[in-house]
């Protein structure tokens, strides 16, 4: 253990900071954890409140690590695919990776309450409607109100986007700088009810997706036969939120473009008016590190939802900190500024495959083109697996560092569009047209 007896404050007590505080205990440290909130163990899932997420292997190996892995996967539901609703009801299917692969669909409540369980009983302690007011960057020491200051050998600031610690950070030097940058989408979650009997009115393998070009909604699957839709749409302008103003607004923007959906949500456009409405942007600092205070999660590098990487990224923080406290002895050593700023590089990366998805999802998982090109694409890997693995697995069911898959991604995908436009592979293929125009050899070509 390379922590040990060290005093360390963790200020937020959500996915990443429980998380963390795991992992920093499990070295030998006195680990502290302050949260402005009530205990969420004691509330009841707030609807409304955030995006079902989905676990992938970053995330998976970051739990592991520390043991929790088999805990937390008995609160998720595998998700092998993708299926996209069209306006007319058609459905299609989009497999995420190859047979037996999948995202977890895990709720956001659920699990950080399962790792606030754990985390206590790896002796961390919470303290709960513990609200920092403010933080000493050069005496490490935090603030309450009405209340003596206390110190730490290092403090970490998972407190998110609205940050207490990046914000003293900012205070405590002019070199430090934030980014934020809120985009003109918001969000709104809905639920689709149960049968009666329990089961799932949809899919449960799956992620639904009804695109719809400048809007869409997804849904994702719950233990109890439910489903959590998000509705993503802009903020202003023809089919907005700003747009939807009553009751009557609500029904015949469902009824026009997601029917199915009105279908099986008897009280949607209720639940669409009790539920508030979320923002999506994204957070970028020119540092995680002051002294002995550090940032990681949401606090440095908050992003929109549409790759599913945000909790995943947040957790790989974790075990990537972890790996660089053992291979260097602990954290008081020279190397972590060229640590962090490396992974800085990564989450800037992922943020910006998260921008590349929204497009993605909103528009092209319904442009056959596109659809076209995945297909090839996937057997072309299944063929030539060692010379050719797909973004969307690089990202999701890999360690690759997110700037290396972004970068191989965006060749990949010049290499396809060359090859279907050398070829006029435009409407649909068989295996024997691409062998008979040798198109295995035509990819390999651009490799060599």
């Not at 009115?201 to 799956?206: E, I, M, N, R, V």
């Not at 020119?286 to 939802?305: E, R």
């Not at 092209?364 to 030539?384: D, M, R, V």
Request: net charge negative.
């Amino acid at each position: 253990m390379y922590l040990t007896n060290k005093k360390i404050s963790v200020v937020g007590g959500g996915l990443v900071g429980s998380l963390l505080s795991i992992y920093l205990t499990k070295q030998g440290a006195k680990v502290s954890v302050f949260d402005k909130r009530n205990d969420i163990r004691l509330d009841e899932c707030g609807a409304g409140r955030s995006i079902n997420l989905a676990l992938s292997n970053r995330g998976m190996q970051a739990l592991e690590e520390v043991g929790v892995l088999s805990d937390i996967m008995s609160i998720a539901m595998p998700m092998y695919k993708r299926i996209i609703h069209a306006v007319n009801g058609d459905l299609t299917q989009q497999p995420y990776g190859k047979k037996g692969q999948a995202i977890y669909s895990v709720s956001r409540h659920v699990l950080n309450a399962k790792l606030i369980d754990l985390a206590e009983k790896n002796l961390v302690n919470f303290s709960f409607q513990k609200e920092c007011s403010g933080i000493d960057i050069h005496a490490t020491k935090l603030y309450f109100d009405h209340e003596a200051s206390i110190q730490f050998d290092f403090i970490f600031g998972c407190d998110g986007a609205g940050s207490i610690i990046r914000k003293g950070m900012c205070n405590f030097s002019s070199e430090f700088n934030v980014v934020e940058e809120l985009i003109d989408y918001g969000y709104k979650e809905l639920t689709i009810p149960a049968n009666n009997d329990n089961t799932h009115k949809l899919s449960k393998d799956a992620l639904h997706i009804w695109p719809r070009k400048s809007y869409m909604v997804i849904a994702l699957p719950n233990l109890d036969g439910t489903f959590t839709c998000t509705l993503f749409a802009p903020t202003k302008g023809h089919n907005s939120f700003e747009s939807l103003t009553n009751h009557s607004d609500v029904d015949i923007f469902f009824s026009e473009n997601f029917f199915n959906l009105k279908k099986i949500i008897p009280d949607l456009s209720d639940q669409y008016f009790k539920n508030p409405l979320g923002a999506l942007g994204f957070i970028n600092t020119n540092s995680w590190k002051q002294n002995n205070t550090f940032l990681l999660g949401d606090s440095c590098h908050a992003t929109i939802p549409f790759y599913g990487q945000g909790m995943n990224a947040g957790f790989e923080d974790c075990f990537l900190l972890n790996n660089y406290i053992v291979e260097n002895g602990g954290l008081d050593t020279g190397f972590i500024d060229q640590f962090l700023n490396n992974r800085m590089i990564n989450t800037k990366a992922m943020q910006e495959l998260s921008r590349i998805n929204f497009t993605e999802m909103q528009d092209k998982t319904a442009n056959n083109e596109f659809l076209l090109q995945k297909k090839i694409e996937a057997w072309f890997s299944e063929k030539n697996p060692e010379i050719w693995v797909p973004l969307y697995s690089m990202v999701t069911f890999s360690h690759i560092p997110y700037s290396i898959a972004l970068n191989k991604g965006m060749e990949q995908d010049l290499i396809m569009k060359q090859v279907m436009t050398d070829n006029n592979l435009k409407e649909s293929f068989s295996v024997a047209e691409l062998e008979e125009k040798d198109i295995e050899n035509k990819i390999k070509a651009f490799l060599t």
